[in-house]
């Protein structure tokens, strides 16, 4: 299964970075976006989902993002990862290049909390051994007082979702 992972973690981090490395012109902003993202992630731990409860009542609201108006608010809620003003500008560069295609293989989702964007999260997923197989990332919430509680229904919602697109499910956080 570790290979199963890393296949995973390699093919998103290399979709997440497409959007700037394969652009014509990208920014400087969003060169250190894709920086400070990769950074970010090169600390993150992953494990193999056995079993997931059934989700309960979230209180969040889930949407694929389709659009470029839920990209938007994808990277305004998820640069609130980062501490500083700077840094979170340029992962809202970074993050507001995402460009879908048709046949895409990362699906992200906002969580609206009141009617306001307020968490993330992405599956991606690909096939191995003619089995699909799906990665749950990128959660992150508001610093809300209930951010917490907001992560654990962005990811209980995306482990779900991708329980029932995929035999193996991996978790990185």
Same mark, same amino acid.
């Given at each position: 299964? %570790? &290979?199963?992972?890393?296949?995973? !973690?390699?093919l998103?981090n290399?979709?997440?970075?497409?959007?700037?490395?394969?652009?014509?012109?990208?920014t400087? *902003?969003?060169?250190?976006?894709l920086?400070?993202?990769? &950074?970010?992630?090169?600390e993150?731990?992953?494990?193999? !989902?056995?079993? #997931? #409860?059934?989700?309960?009542?979230?209180?969040?609201?889930?949407y694929?993002?389709?659009?470029?108006? &839920?990209? #938007?608010?994808?990277?305004?809620?998820?640069?609130?990862?980062?501490?500083?003003?700077?840094?979170?500008?340029? #992962?809202?560069?970074?993050?507001?290049? !995402?460009?879908?295609?048709?046949?895409?293989?990362?699906?992200?989702?906002v969580?609206?909390?009141?009617?306001k %964007?307020?968490?993330?999260?992405?599956?991606?997923?690909?096939?191995?051994?003619?089995?699909?197989?799906?990665?749950?990332?990128?959660?992150?919430? *508001?610093p809300?007082?209930?951010?917490?509680?907001?992560?654990?229904?962005?990811?209980?919602?995306?482990?779900?979702?991708?329980?029932?697109?995929?035999?193996?499910?991996?978790?990185?956080?």
């Open positions: 299964m %570790p &290979l199963i992972t890393e296949k995973l !973690i390699t998103k290399a979709w997440m970075a497409s959007h700037v490395t394969d652009a014509e012109f990208p400087p *902003l969003s060169e250190q976006g920086h400070l993202y990769q &950074l970010a992630h090169s993150l731990s992953t494990q193999i !989902i056995d079993s #997931i #409860i059934s989700p309960t009542e979230s209180s969040l609201t889930f694929p993002v389709d659009c470029h108006p &839920l990209t #938007i608010r994808y990277a305004l809620v998820y640069s609130s990862y980062w501490q500083q003003e700077d840094q979170q500008q340029a #992962i809202v560069e970074y993050l507001t290049q !995402i460009m879908f295609e048709a046949e895409t293989n990362a699906q992200l989702y969580g609206f909390y009141n009617g %964007p307020a968490a993330t999260g992405m599956i991606y997923t690909d096939v191995n051994d003619d089995k699909k197989v799906s990665l749950v990332s990128d959660i992150h919430a *508001l809300l007082p209930n951010q917490t509680q907001l992560m654990q229904d962005m990811e209980q919602y995306l482990l779900d979702v991708a329980q029932q697109i995929s035999s193996t499910v991996v978790l990185q956080k």
